[in-house]
């Protein structure tokens, strides 16, 4: 009897009845849309709607603070002079994403709003693949929750003042790559033998063009050596180290090594030991810790909860030494300015995530809703926020045009610390030097009052700025315009002898625009006073003889 009964089922006829018999196949598009890779098609369509809501004041102005200037100038010096990156533009940072802004430049031109659009895309697709590489972090640890870690970064990244959220900064560039090298690694452990190298070495040539984005995302080998030591022991640590010191030589020996290991590791001493004082270095913490804090609060108190209650999970372990390192590459020189914050948020939101999913999930919305409101209200305030400085720029830019003539492009000097009037104006920086914090030792998170003693030798800025000069001269050209735009700064040229000697004596005065003032060389004898000037500075600085930033300057020679 039962299997005569099991036979009945096994072939009774289909059901029939109203709306059964006739129902048709689901059409294709219902089946696409319910497969695995359309349901990572509607997270990165999420994704990027949300970066893009979050991001969309980037698109209000040219530049948001003065590194996207000098990024900027600096893609435009690359595409018009031949040769090494350090002898073209100096920088402290890495040479990766100076050439991503002139591969940009050179596809869509360095003028006019295309060039913010495309700049601005970018940096918002970079966003989309960071959320996407933290939720497949998150999923394979939290399942269907690490959606969540992607929306909390896309929040999260919007919650810091607009000038840090909204800027193509080199942290947006540098988190992909990071990223890449946690996630790699973390598949690394889930394969045995052989398998698990491959991965390993991606992990750590990941964590090198993270590096050569920013010099402080090589914290993120951290987690990537414990990792590998963790799983490959000592054959682990021969694949991904080798991984990634390799690219970094590599680049080095492309844009000059010498040149690219002191601009970038060794020789960012000054710049990292000017703290100023202990209150400003403590407010600046304090206030922007505060500030990314407050953005991301529901994902702080989550994490601290889970912990006090149930202590730090050995699973998390890689995730918290993530954290760590990126904490130390925040606090890196003790400048904390508000975009450095950044580098935390991935490691942050993935663990409020697994805090979420050990928790029942339970407060999963109210998280996102606190998140999302502070998001909105940075949102609201970036669209409000002042434009009196980068309209100022544009009018000093405009009056820089005038000066140097209706469509002329020529090398000019520009002595302050922001050096988006080059790029505005469409001059040619006259050396490559183009801030005066490189050449005064003045450091913008450093001390505000006074500069550190100018150093003169053979490897100091100004007398690099001097040998510039020199080949301008040589080449029949030379900076006719000098645009002062540092009053009210401890390095305006009557602080710092050597520029007080340039100005007063080989520059007259054209026209000021509110605080910045505008001189153009002197006729007949100013190219050859400029001449004596700089070679007084490059004799005397490969001689090492400068002493107490006194200097005994020949006097500019007579009409």
């Known amino acids: 009897m039962g299997n005569s009964t099991a036979m009945v089922a096994t072939d009774a006829p289909p059901r029939s009845g109203p709306g059964l018999a006739d129902r048709p196949d689901p059409s294709w598009f219902r089946r696409v849309w319910n497969t695995p890779q359309a349901s990572w098609c509607r997270v990165i369509a999420l994704f990027l709607a949300v970066a893009t809501v979050t991001h969309l004041p980037a698109f209000s102005r040219t530049f948001w603070n003065p590194d996207e200037g000098f990024l900027a100038t600096q893609a435009r010096a690359l595409n018009t002079e031949d040769g090494q990156f350090y002898q073209i533009i100096v920088d402290r940072k890495p040479p990766l994403l100076p050439y991503v802004y002139a591969w ?36 394979r640890r939290f399942g269907r929750h690490g959606v969540w870690a992607g929306l909390l970064y896309l929040l999260g990244s919007a919650g810091m003042a607009p000038e840090d959220s909204q800027a193509a900064s080199f942290e947006v560039f540098m988190l992909p790559w990071t990223c890449a090298a946690f996630l790699l690694a973390d598949s690394a452990r889930r394969r045995r033998g052989s398998r698990a190298f491959p991965l390993l070495a991606c992990a750590g040539v990941a964590a090198a063009l993270a590096t050569l984005t920013k010099q402080t995302a090589g914290v993120t080998m951290l987690p990537v050596i414990w990792r590998a030591w963790k799983d490959q022991r000592w054959k682990g640590l021969a694949t991904v180290i080798p991984a990634f010191a390799l690219p970094i030589v590599g680049v080095a020996f492309w844009v000059g090594f010498g040149d690219f290991f002191f601009w970038v590791f060794t020789g960012n ?19 922007n810790l505060g500030i990314f804090a407050g953005a991301s609060a529901a994902a702080f ?117 922001d050096p988006s009037i080059y790029f505005m104006s469409g001059q040619i920086p006259a050396s490559r030097f183009i801030t005066a914090g490189f050449l005064s030792g003045f450091a913008g998170g450093g001390d505000q009052e006074k500069l550190p003693q100018i150093t003169y030798d053979p490897t100091s800025p100004m007398v690099g700025m001097a040998q510039d000069f020199l080949n301008l001269l040589r080449r029949g050209q030379a900076p006719e315009l000098f645009v002062d735009d540092s009053w009210g700064k401890p390095f305006q040229p009557r602080e710092v002898q050597v520029i007080k000697d340039l100005q007063d004596n080989y520059y007259t005065f054209v026209k000021g625009v509110d605080h910045t003032f505008i001189y153009r060389l002197k006729d007949g004898d100013g190219r050859e006073g400029l001449r004596v000037w700089a070679q007084t500075i490059v004799d005397n600085g490969m001689k090492a003889v400068w002493a107490k930033n006194q200097w005994d300057f020949i006097s500019p020679p007579a009409g």
């Open 269 to 287: 001493t000054e710049y990292l030991t000017s703290l100023g004082s202990f209150g400003t270095v403590m407010a600046r913490l304090w206030g």
């Open 104 to 139: 940009v430049f050179k596809l869509f031109g360095d003028h006019g709003l295309s060039t913010v659009v495309v700049i601005r895309t970018l940096a918002i697709l970079m966003h989309v693949i960071t959320a996407v590489l933290i939720t497949q972090i998150a999923k």
């Open 301 to 417: 108190l989550a994490i601290m909860y889970m912990t006090v209650r149930q202590g730090i999970r050995k699973a998390d372990a890689d995730l918290w030494l993530w954290l760590i390192g990126a904490a130390i590459g925040v606090s890196s020189g003790f400048h904390f300015f508000g975009h450095y914050f950044l580098q935390m948020l991935p490691p942050i939101v993935i663990l409020a995530t697994g805090a979420l999913h050990r928790n029942g999930s339970r407060l999963r919305w109210t998280m996102l809703g606190v998140t999302a409101t502070t998001a909105t209200l940075f949102l609201t305030l970036a669209f409000a926020w002042p434009r009196t400085n980068k309209e100022h720029n544009w009018e000093v830019a405009q009056e820089v045009q005038k000066a140097a003539g209706p469509g002329r492009s020529e090398p000019i000097i520009v002595w302050g610390m």
